[in-house]
């Protein structure tokens, strides 16, 4: 019933509006804010969340079924359905009473800031400081790269507090409103794909926060970062394989349909094994993923190199397969016409943000070495 749901709000009332916004690279916010009320009316937003923060506590089972659906439209619009920060468990009571109940009434929209533009894949190189100042903090510093910053209305903002503790215990986050006069120079990256998706850079300077504002307390924010970053990854995992899904239901369809040499595409060599190839990928990419949100369910530590192999995998995987789907499509799949294009534009992304590829490798690079270590030595 949960996959049902998702799947007929989706493919009913979100997949219609993919081309207007692909055109227009924008979205009302207007119709944002329907959206999202149309989706916690059905239950779906903030579908992640555990019960303590006021989530449904879905089990693992229910959450893959939404995140499956919800990742077959494009990545603006499968934003509405409200896909939440983790980090938000931090919230202590008071916070949980004053913003998470407009948050997931999805009446406030929240993000997240932690990339500079000296301080991506390196966290430890991130400059952005926070100083106290009364019964609060000052916040200077700039952001880049943060996902629909520019609508938010709440930013979670990682800084460093203590400049010389390691790097666990350095940086602290806030939550920070975005009407806050401190936050300021505000622009828009042009970007390849993920159009309607907003990517912007702003400047943090002088901005007062109250000490009410902290997100967990001073040194918590790196705890607060990891706490989320596992289950994105596997979100960002399920977004990718969404692509690639519906790019491959659509190869076959049209390898069924068009013909060319006294035969349909779908009966040459060639294109069989493109086919054969794609279809391979997705289920071992579905895989992956189930096996890793399982893992983090069960709070087993195999969770988090699961989910950097889910990352890696399914990311990489829709780069090939929206390749396959393009060439399968020729000419066609070239032209803006259909979405295929867009596919593989959109899947690019998916290999940078949410820790890139390299990231992936050498987490998982490491835990084998460790264990192979481990194993000799025994
Ligand atoms: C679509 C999209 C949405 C995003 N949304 C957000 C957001 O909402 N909030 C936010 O804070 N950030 C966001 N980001 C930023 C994203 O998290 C960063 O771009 C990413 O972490 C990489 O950082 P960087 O761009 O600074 O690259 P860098 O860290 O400078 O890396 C550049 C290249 O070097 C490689 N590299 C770096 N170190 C090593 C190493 N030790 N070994 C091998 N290779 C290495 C990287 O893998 C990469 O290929 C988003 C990015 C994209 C593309």
New binding site residues.
Partial sequence: MIRDTARRFVRMRLVPLEAQIEAVDDVDPGLVAVLRREAAALGLYGFNLPPQVGGPGLPVEARLAILEEISYTSVPLSETVGHLPLSLTFCNEEQRRRLLPDILSGAKAV?????EPD????LGRIRTRAVRRGDGWVLNGR?Q???NAETADYIIVLCVTDSTAPLKERLTTFIVARSNPGISDMTRFR?MG?RGYQ?NGFALQDCFVPGADLLGGPGDGFAAIMASINHDRIFSASRALGIARRGHEMACAYANERSAFGARLGEHQGIQFMIADSDVEIEAARLLIRRAAKLLEANDPDGRIAASRAKLYASEMACRVSDRVLQVFGGMGYMCDLPVERFYRDAR?FR????????QR?QIARHALLQRGNHEAR
């Fill in positions: 993000t997240y800031a932690l990339t301080a991506g894949s390196d952001k790269f943060i996902s970007k993920w990517l992304a940078i943000g949410e820790g890139t590829s390299e990231m050498i």
